[in-house]
Antibody
Framework: QVQLVQSGAEVRKPGASVKVSCRAS????????IHWVRQAPGQRLEWMGW????????KSSQKFQDRVTFTRDKSASTAYMELSSLRSEDTAFFYC?????????WGQGTLVTVSP | EIVLTQSPGTLSLSPGERATLSCRAS???????LAWYQQKRGQAPRLLIY???SRATGIPDRFSGSGSGTDFALTISRLEPEDFAVYYC?????????FGGGTKVEIK
């Protein structure tokens, strides 16, 4: 079955970091990029950046580039997004999505809550 | 950065009616690199349309996309009960990729 499965919900304190995983199955991981998208409560979707499953190239949105790191483990067909210096405004669902420039397959989302 | 403005914010319609959603870009979206997604409460977005007018795999033909340049539209020809959701447009012509604010299609 072609799918992306993300890691479970996380709770962090302000200033901490969080690492979210996205495991791919049912397709060739190295042929596609994985995008990361943030959605704060009641807000629009916000593109954070992508990593290519094959060569590991990355691109980040300027808004997040100082705080976000994208990595991948080809052997595990898994992509990771790490966001540092968390603040309350980072409380959101984080989604991974497969695709070139649009997401044709999405993970179920990971809720990250930032609270003192 | 290309800003996408969707209208209306909320569309109240009955099953069987036609829905037309608008997405306007702050500058021209080259090569019609525009996609539409549907998001239901508590779920991830689902790709409906890419390239402004191409339906994604498995999407019913009651969904159609149109437009070019700065003005795009998503039309649902006859609303089914499962179509009541929030719809987002996204441009992928230039970085950063950006999304519109969404249109909620609700049952009247």
């Amino acid at each position: 079955q072609v799918q992306l499965v993300q890691s479970g919900a996380e709770v962090r304190k302000p200033g901490a970091s969080v690492k979210v995983s996205c495991r791919a199955s049912g397709y060739t991981f190295t042929n596609y990029a994985i995008h990361w998208v943030r959605q704060a409560p009641g807000q629009r979707l916000e593109w954070m950046g992508w990593i290519h499953g094959g060569d590991g190239n990355t691109k980040s949105s300027q808004k997040f580039q100082d705080r976000v790191t994208f990595t991948r483990d080809k052997s595990a067909s898994t992509a990771y997004m790490e966001l540092s210096s968390l603040r309350s405004e980072d409380t959101a669902f984080f989604y991974c999505a497969r695709g070139g420039n649009y997401g044709d397959l999405w993970g179920q989302g990971t809720l990250v809550t930032v609270s003192p | 950065e290309i800003v996408l403005t969707q209208s209306p914010g909320t569309l109240s319609l009955s099953p069987g009616e036609r829905a037309t959603l608008s997405c306007r870009a702050s500058q021209s979206v080259s090569s019609s690199y525009l996609a539409w997604y549907q998001q239901k409460r508590g779920q991830a977005p689902r790709l409906l349309i890419y390239g402004a007018s191409s339906r994604a795999t498995g999407i019913p033909d009651r969904f159609s996309g149109s437009g070019s340049g700065t003005d795009f539209a998503l039309t649902i020809s006859r609303l089914e009960p499962e179509d009541f959701a929030v719809y987002y447009c996204q441009q992928y012509a230039s970085s950063p990729l950006t999304f519109g604010g969404g249109t909620k299609v609700e049952i009247k």
